[in-house]
């Protein structure tokens, strides 16, 4: 049987702007991620991962091409169906925590799970098994300046998968957080992937892409290599230039 397809990018471009403004942040990307896949995306400042990452969270539209979400097109839907999409389909995960300060991390968990109108019962009893997923189990009562920062993190994947996602998007999960920290929040990553979630993780970080299973390299706005192991990356980051191998194709 073949791999479900969770992403499919064809043709891809993003631009900001007109005329001599105009920017092109995004060039006829291509790229099929399949359920299960565990991918870094990684590449130099401007080299347009984040605006890819913006796109495949319905945060933002192409200018041209079509995105495929479960072979669904998304790309040309009205805003509400965005929003449901993102809702029930995808979770998020962000550098800075924005975790809701006022409430407790049952609390903030629980508040996809409003947006979604499941009722009370339901939502405290998913958001105490999602806390339990990351090791706060003890900590569901505690505001978020009660907590260490790995710990604030740990509430945000709760809050990113409470609602059962088929994608979660991580958009340098590390960045705030010591090494140690981040060794514990990678640690977490790979047990919600080995338990069949698919993730893609924006990074800058070499010794985090090296967890995941598959690095994507962006370069000027383009993929130029989308296969790229943890053992052929070991060899490129030993390099002096930080340019990527070509060798992997970028078609789908």
């Not at 892409?209 to 383009?222: E, M, S, V, Y």
């Amino acid at each position: 049987m073949s791999a479900l397809e969770i992403i499919r990018l064809e043709q891809i471009s993003k631009h900001y702007g007109q005329g001599d403004l105009e920017v092109l942040a995004l060039h006829k990307i291509n790229l099929l991620v399949n359920q299960g896949e565990y991918c870094a995306i990684m590449g130099p400042s401007g080299s347009g991962k984040s605006t890819a990452m913006q796109i495949l969270g319905c945060l933002d539209r192409p200018s041209t091409g079509r995105y495929y979400l479960q072979r669904q097109a998304v790309d040309s839907l009205h805003d509400d169906e965005l929003a449901y999409i993102r809702n029930r389909k995808l979770g998020f995960v962000f550098q800075q925590f924005h975790l809701l300060p006022q409430l407790t991390a049952m609390e903030n968990v629980m508040l996809p799970m409003t947006y979604a109108g499941l009722p009370h019962k339901e939502r405290h009893e998913r958001a105490a098994y999602a806390l339990n997923q990351v090791g706060l189990e003890q900590r569901m009562s505690y505001r978020p300046n009660q907590l260490s920062g790995g710990q604030q993190q740990r509430v945000a994947i709760a809050r990113a998968i409470v609602n059962q996602p088929i994608l979660l998007l991580a958009d340098e999960p590390t960045g705030a957080l010591d090494s140690r920290t981040s060794q514990e929040i990678m640690n977490i990553f790979q047990s919600l992937n080995d338990r069949g979630m698919t993730i893609i993780m924006v990074t800058h970080d070499f010794e985090t892409a090296r967890l995941c299973q598959r690095i994507i390299w962006f370069q000027d706005g383009t993929i130029i290599n989308n296969a790229l192991t943890p053992e052929e990356f070991r060899e490129f980051s030993r390099g002096s230039s930080r340019t990527a191998p070509t060798a992997a194709t970028t078609h789908l």
